[in-house]
């Protein structure tokens, strides 16, 4: 492997990496040389780790509700206690709640807010100040193609990623001098778990598909690639971006 791209003894809390684009992450990082722990809010989580183990690769699970704002502090130590530092945090954990916007409850509004937003931010700060004390260490983010347009029936989701990828600007301003790189992926139209309503609308796929020149839908091992690339030494200096991985949908 180019060196510029081993994470061999490299430590990384993947949130969310239980299924479709976190674990597709997870096992990028894991096989560069990375120890990761896969922090979810189900067992699947712990399951996930135990497939990646059985790969060979060096992975631990941790099962723990991220929506609970005052319990993230013990659950990241226990993360980094589980791993032996940290020097690579992948914030992947997303919920997804669908309403026509006049009807859209606050109840959603709240939870969606709370996990892609408030987590994010918890985990980004309890990350930062080891990094801080230790010299240095690589926060990736996850925005979305809504950061740039706004969907439909989905304004929670659009809120909390737009304002992810205005937090990983903000983040970076301050830390990029203490050599700390924050940087987001947003997504394009990806085949998870959480796009199936769209995959099932004949319609809308055919629409979607229409403006991917890449002509498929996104799947979890497109994601490993640029993962690999933020948490190495390869993006030492990129820092504040917002990179779509896309198969070129924006571009069109």
Known sequence: MNPMFDL??????????GRGLGFGMAEGLASAGA??????????????AEQLRAKGLDVVGLQGDL?????????????VELLGGI?????????????HCEDFTLEDW????????????????????KMLAQGGGKIINMSSMLAFFGGFTVPAYAASKGAVAQLTKALSNEWA??????NAIAPGYMATEMN????????????????????RWGVPQDMAGIAVFLASDASNYVTGAVIPVDGGYLSK
């Not at 061999?8 to 990496?17: D, F, R, S």
């Not at 020097?87 to 309403?99: K, S, T, V």
Request: glycine share 10%.
């Open 67 to 79: 929506s609970d704002r005052a319990g993230l502090p013990a659950l990241f130590d226990r993360a």
């Open 87 to 99: 020097d690579i945090l992948l914030n992947n954990a997303g919920i997804q709640r669908r309403n």
């Open 196 to 215: 199936t309503a769209l995959v099932n609308d004949e319609g809308r796929n055919r629409e979607i598909l229409g403006r991917i020149p890449a002509g």
């Open 177 to 182: 001098s203490k050599n700390i790189q924050v």
């Open 8 to 17: 061999t003894g490299k430590k990384a809390l993947v949130t969310g990496g």
């Open 110 to 129: 709240d939870a969606v807010l709370n996990v892609n937003l408030d987590a994010v931010f918890v985990l980004c700060q309890l990350a930062g100040r």
């Open 35 to 48: 120890k990761v722990a896969i922090l979810g809010s189900s067992a699947a989580a712990l399951k996930a």
